[in-house]
């Protein structure tokens, strides 16, 4: 899981904003398995999570994208991979 952790955050610090089929697809897991990552990654009221990533609709698509805290993850990897 914490693979698929660092690959997900790795693809939207690159992309920003990636449709849920193409990041599945990319991960190559399933419609659930993404589904739990986003719980752990995102913020629901029940379930808490890290608030890195939020999902929404873009053009009549799901997509996730970063929070302004998963930004500055991305910016925290991006500064210790130089």
Do not use: F
């Not at 659930?32 to 990552?37: A, D, I, K, N, V």
């Not at 752990?40 to 805290?69: A, C, F, P």
């Amino acid at each position: 899981m914490e693979n698929l952790v660092i690959a997900l955050m790795q693809a939207l610090c690159a992309e920003q904003v990636l449709s849920l089929a193409k990041i599945g697809k990319h991960l190559g897991i399933r419609r659930s398995q993404l589904e739990r990552l986003l719980l752990l990654l995102g913020h629901s009221d029940g379930w808490g999570g890290m608030d890195y990533v939020v999902q929404e609709e873009q053009r009549g698509r799901s997509v996730i994208t970063l929070t302004e805290k998963g930004r500055a993850l991305c910016a925290q990897m991006q500064a210790s991979a130089e």
